[in-house]
């Protein structure tokens, strides 16, 4: 049974760096072409997918935000790190974390999200 | 880069058929895949590579793709089908991954 749980702070403010943590359980990196994704949402507003960071170690990144996203894996933790630097109001969103199944270009397990709030 | 767009909202009565479209050019050469999403939850993938159901998903969920739209099908609409619903691609030359702006479908 693969799950996904977000953790981080619920409450950041603007210019800090958000890091937000992955933790699932159900599946590993060491089985080829998995991968973990990030997808936020601002309230009342659609998904967007942020980054992806596959089984190897690629990395990929949402072009419009490319400069200010990191993310990163712990193997023996089963854990992704998504960082986002300077933040603003407009990135108060919820952050959800999703399996991706190697060979395939959907997410069929998400965690449950997180809200971020950013204050001014 | 890639945009996929839906209608805002679609409104259906119970037992009819809903209809979600989700625009793109040439969306018919690539894979489009859906997901509901009702309040205060995370996405559930309804859809896969244009018309497989995941195990689970009820048979009245059904899919489409050609030329420039692709389109999510609900028969027998329920009253527990009301929610908002995403179309998704992968852009291959990219490798990113683009979500649709999303419609909120109602049931009256």
């Known amino acids: 049974q693969i799950t996904l749980k977000e953790s981080g702070p619920t409450l950041v403010k603007a210019t800090q760096t958000l890091t937000l943590t992955c933790t699932f359980s159900?599946?590993?990196?060491?089985?080829?072409?998995?991968?973990v994704g990030w997808i936020r949402q601002p309230p009342g507003k659609a998904l967007e997918w942020l980054a992806l960071?596959?089984?190897?170690?690629?990395?990929r990144y949402s072009p419009s935000l490319k400069s200010r996203l990191t993310v990163t894996k712990d193997t023996s933790k089963n854990q992704v790190v998504l960082t986002l630097t300077n933040m603003d109001p407009v990135d108060t969103a919820t952050y959800f974390c999703?399996?991706?199944?190697?060979?395939?270009?959907?997410?069929?397990?998400w965690g449950q999200g997180t809200l971020v709030t950013v204050s001014s | 880069s890639y945009v996929l767009t839906q209608p805002p909202s679609v409104s259906v009565a119970p037992g009819k058929t809903a209809r979600v479209s989700c625009g793109g050019n040439?969306?018919?050469?690539?894979?489009v895949h859906w997901y509901q999403q009702k309040p205060g939850q995370a996405p559930v993938l309804v859809i896969y590579?244009?018309?497989d159901r995941p195990s689970g998903i009820p048979e009245r969920f059904s899919g489409s793709n050609s030329g420039d739209t692709a389109t999510l099908t609900i028969s027998g609409v329920e009253a527990g089908d009301e929610a908002d619903y995403y179309c998704?691609?992968?852009?291959?030359?990219?490798?990113?991954?683009?979500f649709g702006t999303g419609t909120k479908v109602t049931v009256l």
């Open positions: 999703a399996h991706r199944r190697g060979g395939v270009y959907y997410f069929d397990y």
């Open positions: 159900g599946f590993s990196f060491s089985t080829s072409g998995v991968g």
């Open positions: 960071i596959y089984w190897d170690d690629d990395k």
């Open positions: 040439n969306i018919g050469t690539k894979s």
């Open positions: 590579y244009d018309s």
């Open positions: 998704q691609v992968w852009d291959g030359t990219s490798d990113h991954y683009i």
